[in-house]
């Protein structure tokens, strides 16, 4: 029933050593390589863990130290992405572009940070860029070279809503469109064929009819009846009825249907052509009955769409008829007595164009929506909305993705009745649904879940304030965060059927975190507490073992991750002094393994001051060996590895606070 131009009633759509001095500069170029990369292992190993604030830290340590690798510039434009820092993110972002051929999904955030601070000039270029190297992404498949921060506009304008939009499980494979609720009951179009098997040659599909079901809302799922023709002795005929209006009162309907003779045939102008007219029922015990065609109507061009004004006054509709703008447009006549209606009035051009306009709905607060092909749109038909009722100036807005799509999507309606929970519907031949025209309904109440719990502390289970609760989602960006008070509870409120990451942090604990996977049932709540374990235990800094390679000393990148809680302990309280211990098990030589300890124990004191401490913070670094075992697996005693393991450790006392 889109192309309602005659009698469709649906739609169809790259050096050579010289010198000692050169020979030095490369010694020095090689050694600074190779700590940068050191720096941007471990950065790696933090931002892997969403620890971005550390990681930001030592990719930059690392970028200072002469590591501009696309590697580098980019995490950290990820760093700040991922916080939600779009100017930071921007800066590191196109250090990047401009230094190398990033990849599209480091260009496409990169993109992304543009628009947010409203450098949309500059998106564009950049837009264009990917679209060059990434031409078959869908999140880019509407764009126009012309119009592309236009079309950016459309498909993010609900991006800050939680929209759902539905297929409804009554459309069949035929077309169904066009809803309207009353009364508990769902009315729509469908070609599925039940008056008679009689194709329609546009489409090769059964004739349209009108059909009605039951409907009600439970839980945010609709639940519907047993689908049936629409209760009349008339009101479908060998061929199109669609679109229908009703009355407040429910005692008067109006519908669209092809221009038929009383003896049920098709009435042809002298072109051969047929065209759609408006007819009216009424509603007589149950039954839709006293079937009337409107005086609007013409036998030369088409009437059809009806809708009415929340005050049933007026009556808008869609004609072709002479004197319009474009192909089709929408009109407005006043309701008046026994049967007869003002002069219809063209909306004018602040609502028609030169294209199409059709399916007009009026809402309750006289808002009206339309679709049409003649504006900026997705492709096709779009959906619009207009106060042109309440402001003779408006002008149309595109409603935007989801309800819109590069496909036609028409038919808009909103119920406002208690039963449904102010729900949309509309109408679409977008790809994965059930036939040519579907129904779906569109809502923004989602099924959304509660993560909750305690932060504790590990040693007495005692609540801990002053937590920072970080929540992060799938792709690793912190969505939300908040600072536990004195009862050290948290809450966030999240959606369904996502997986998210809980993590804590406070000064002197280790950082914890914890996965969670939501479920797909509205209003779970899922209570899970958070333990940290404190840095600071009577004089010692208690971190998890750091562990060294077979017979070597230096220090690994997992190792260094540890470390970094006694750099930040250390900082934390810059008058601190510690000395390190470094122990191994029994096995190997006793000269060998207090020598080797020692370098370990040398080789952890100088990471420590690497990272910024200064020296006399740390009174000593010895290397102890086997001298001092906490079990009895001495030389020569058979012990399983895991007993082994309980003497290779290091200790960080503290001597001076």
Same mark, same amino acid.
């Given at each position: ?118 450098? %949309? ?117 060998? %061929? ?15 519908? /669209? ?84 209606? !003002? ?106 879940? /509660? ?43 999240? *959606?369904?059927?996502?997986? %998210? ?55 690994? /990148? ?40 020692? *370098?370990?124990? *040398? ?28 079990? !009895? ?6 012990? /399983? ?11 960080? %006392?503290?001597?001076?606070?």
């Amino acid at each position: 029933m889109k192309y309602l131009k005659v009698n469709e009633l649906n739609h169809q759509g790259s050096f050579k050593i010289q010198n000692m001095k050169t020979n030095y500069l490369i010694f020095i170029l090689v050694f600074t390589i190779g700590t940068s990369f050191a720096q941007s292992k471990l950065a790696d190993k933090f931002f892997s863990n969403y620890g971005y604030v550390k990681a930001t830290e030592l990719y930059k340590k690392a970028f200072d130290d002469g590591d501009n690798s696309e590697h580098v510039l980019t995490r950290l434009g990820d760093c700040y992405y991922n916080n939600s820092n779009s100017e930071k993110a921007v800066f590191w972002y196109q250090k990047a572009a401009e230094k190398y051929k990033i990849d599209s999904e480091h260009l496409f955030k990169y993109i992304q940070s543009l628009k947010s601070i409203g450098n %949309y000039s500059e998106a564009d270029i950049w837009t264009k860029k990917f679209i060059e190297i990434q031409n078959d992404d869908s999140r880019l498949k509407d764009y126009d070279a012309n119009n592309l921060l236009k079309y950016e506009s459309l498909n993010a304008a609900n991006d800050s809503l939680s929209i759902t939009i539905e297929n409804l499980p009554i459309n069949s494979k035929f077309s169904d469109f066009g809803s309207l609720i009353k009364n508990n009951e769902l009315v729509f179009a469908s070609a599925r064929g039940i008056v008679n098997n009689n194709e329609y040659g546009w489409n090769k599909e059964p004739f349209l009819d009108l059909f009605q079901v039951s409907i009600k809302e439970d839980n945010c799922d609709l639940e519907f009846g047993d689908i049936a023709l629409l209760k009349s002795s008339k009101i479908n005929s060998n %061929y199109h009825e669609a679109t229908v209006a009703i009355t407040n009162d429910g005692k008067t309907m109006y519908f /669209t249907r092809d221009n038929v003779t009383k003896k049920n045939k098709l009435n042809f102008d002298k072109k051969g052509t047929t065209h759609l007219k408006i007819y009216k029922a009424t509603l007589i015990d149950g039954s839709w009955e006293n079937i009337k065609e409107l005086s609007i109507n013409d036998e030369v061009y088409s009437t059809g769409h009806p809708t009415l004004s929340p005050d049933n006054k007026k009556l808008f509709f869609v004609s072709d008829r002479k004197g319009g703008i474009g192909q089709t447009d929408i009109y407005e006549v006043d309701i008046l007595d026994n049967n007869k209606y !003002s002069e219809p009035k063209n909306l004018g051009p602040k609502i028609n164009t030169e294209g199409r306009e059709m399916f007009p709905f009026v809402s309750k607060d006289s808002t009206l929506y339309f679709s049409s092909d003649g504006r900026l749109n997705l492709g096709l038909l779009d959906i619009f909305k207009s106060n042109i009722l309440k402001d003779s100036i408006s002008e149309p807005k595109n409603l935007g993705a989801p309800y819109n799509s590069g496909y036609d999507d028409f038919a808009y309606y909103i119920d406002s009745s208690e039963n449904i929970n102010n729900r949309s519907f509309l109408s679409s031949n977008r790809p994965g649904g059930k036939g040519n025209d579907d129904i779906y309904t569109v809502y923004s109440k989602v099924c959304s879940q /509660t993560i909750r719990g305690i932060v504790r502390n590990s040693n007495d289970n005692q609540p801990l304030s002053k937590v920072k609760v970080n929540l992060i989602d799938e792709i690793g960006k912190i969505v939300d965060e908040i600072i536990t008070v004195e009862n050290g509870k948290y809450e966030f409120d999240v *959606k369904c059927d996502k997986k %998210y990451t809980i993590q804590s942090e406070l000064l002197d604990f280790s950082v914890n975190q914890i996965q969670i996977k939501t479920d797909n049932k509205n209003g779970n709540v899922t209570e899970r507490d958070l333990f940290l374990e404190s840095l600071i235990k009577g004089n010692q800094i208690v971190i998890k073992p750091i562990f060294f390679d077979f017979d070597k000393w230096t220090i690994r /990148t997992d190792a260094k991750y540890e470390l970094e809680n006694i750099v930040d302990v250390l900082r934390n309280y810059p008058t601190m002094v510690i000395k390190i211990e470094s122990h191994t098990d029994s096995r190997g030589r006793d000269n060998y393994n207090m020598r080797l300890s020692d *370098k370990r124990a *040398k080789s952890t004191r100088d990471y420590i001051l690497s990272r910024g401490i200064a020296k006399a913070r740390i009174e000593s670094a010895l290397g102890y060996g086997e001298s001092q075992l906490l079990n !009895s697996c001495s030389n020569g005693v058979k012990c /399983t590895s895991e007993e082994h393991q309980i003497n290779r450790r290091s200790y960080f %006392y503290i001597v001076k606070e």
